[in-house]
């Protein structure tokens, strides 16, 4: 059985959806025609997860401690942005996008502390 059969699909659906998400939010960002230099700088940051995130997906155990960037940097931006996000501040869906953030975050953290931790690094993953 490989490494991938045994880890479980509902894994690599997360790291997936972890990526189109990050994609998605990122695209919408780069690509608004009112968005600031900075604004689309962020949004560029935001989708190059997207990319960390999709080659994770394709070598999840390999790989997963690339997870541990994507734990801090959504960590990071919740704890900047939420409080402002639940006071009604900020641009239009960030509340939203923040609680997607916290639902990665958390995914990331079990994957992690989880099959993560116990591979071994020997062997085939894929």
């Known amino acids: 059985m490989s490494i991938r059969a045994a880890l479980g ?10 990526a189109a998400y990050n994609f ?5 960002g780069l690509f608004a025609a009112d968005a600031a230099v900075q604004d689309r700088a962020v949004s560029l ?14 070598q999840p155990l390999r790989l997963a401690p690339a997870l541990w960037a994507g734990v801090f940097g959504k960590i990071g931006i919740v704890g900047m942005l939420m409080p402002g996000a639940l006071a009604g501040e900020g641009p239009e869906g960030l509340l939203l996008i ?12 079990a994957f992690l502390l989880g099959p993560a931790r116990r591979y071994d690094g020997i062997g085939e993953d894929g």
């Open 45 to 58: 940051l935001v989708f190059s997860f997207g990319v960390l995130y999709a080659m994770v997906a394709i």
């Open 24 to 28: 998605a939010i990122g695209a919408a």
């Open 9 to 18: 699909s509902h894994w690599i659906v997360m790291l997936w959806l972890a």
């Open 98 to 109: 923040l609680v997607g953030d916290v639902m990665f975050t958390a995914g990331f953290l």
